[in-house]
């Protein structure tokens, strides 16, 4: 099956520690993509990565950092740093530099205690 | 920058009741629109799109107009079904970034 997979579904955390949620895709996508999402507050984008060994920052990447050594693979860590982790994550893949859409993962969830 | 809006919620509807949702945006270039769903604990699936001027997208019955003129792209539905009960989200692409709307939780009761 194509797709984009993300794990855990759902992730429990103490605070202050750091916590790494999994995005793995077989849609051969250029690119990738981390938003975070909060009630009432739409999607904000993390990170994204136009290509393998690359990634920009997004609107809130403050307290969080990713990797892309692979093409199929874009892992988020929440860092210590990060003031109020509790959201949906939601990782996204396109095709492209171009006005493709998204194609959007089912989410984790994390809850920091 | 690149900024989209669109009209809060919550909405409750009667089954078979017509549904409108506004959206507008203010863009520097020439971005593509969509419309996308999100069911309870899921992922955001693609629902419509539009990537120029006067395109109309369509799917399920909802329709949205991309229109230059008033930098909107309004979703509408003629006839909702409980099963329509979702977050819709309004977004643009220019480039590599796509922005999103706040959101618009849609509650349809039988």
């Known amino acids: 099956d194509g797709g984009i997979t993300q794990s855990p579904k759902y992730l429990f955390r103490k605070e202050g520690q750091n916590v790494t949620l999994s995005c793995e895709q077989n849609l051969n996508h250029d690119a990738m993509y981390w938003y975070r999402q909060d009630p009432g507050q739409g999607l904000r984008l993390i990170y994204y990565s136009q290509i393998v060994n690359d990634f920009q920052k997004g609107d809130i990447a403050e307290g969080y950092s990713v990797s892309r050594e692979k093409k199929e693979s874009f892992p988020l860590t929440v860092t210590s740093a990060q003031k109020n982790p509790t959201a949906f994550y939601l990782c996204a893949t396109a095709t492209g530099p171009s006005t493709g859409e998204l194609f959007f993962g089912e989410g984790s969830r994390l809850t920091v205690l | 920058g690149d900024s989209v809006t669109q009209m809060e919620g919550p909405v409750t509807l009667s089954e078979e009741a017509f549904l409108t949702i506004n959206c507008t945006y203010t863009?520097?270039?020439?971005?593509?629109l969509f419309w996308y769903v999100q069911y309870p604990g899921e992922g955001l699936q693609l629902l419509l799109k539009?990537?120029?001027?006067?395109d109309k997208g369509s799917n399920k019955g909802f329709e949205a107009t991309y229109r230059k003129e008033t930098t909107s792209f309004h979703l509408e539905k003629g006839s909702v079904q409980v099963s329509d009960s979702a977050v819709y989200f309004c977004a643009l692409r220019d480039d590599y970034k796509l922005s999103f709307g706040a959101g618009t939780t849609v509650t349809v009761r039988a």
């Open positions: 539009a990537t120029k001027a006067d």
């Open positions: 863009a520097t270039g020439y971005p593509s």
